[in-house]
């Protein structure tokens, strides 16, 4: 099944979530998320040790997003959250 399947098939319940048909990917801002209870876009917690960070190329360093993983119907789907 698609992202595009899963966001039609199961729609989203935590609305600080967006989805993005583009990337397959669903996103939101961390602050908002934050505010949220940090739920994954089904409202459920995140499964422990499934994030990653994703910093800037440059010299900065920055820390631009954080990727987690969690599933659906037992697919792998990715939810990016915003360093804002």
């Not at 961390?30 to 209870?37: F, I, K, M, V």
């Not at 990653?52 to 987690?68: G, P, T």
Request: glycine share 8%; aromatic share 12%.
């Amino acid at each position: 099944m698609t992202a595009n399947q899963l966001n039609e098939q199961y729609p989203i319940k935590n609305h600080v979530w967006g989805f993005t048909a583009t990337t397959g990917r669903w996103a939101a801002e961390d602050s908002c998320l934050r505010a949220s209870g940090f739920l994954d876009p089904w409202n459920r917690p995140f499964p422990p040790g499934k994030g990653r960070e994703v910093r800037s190329q440059d010299i900065d360093n920055e820390l631009q997003i954080w990727v987690y993983t969690t599933t659906v119907e037992g697919v792998v789907v990715e939810c990016v959250v915003f360093n804002d």
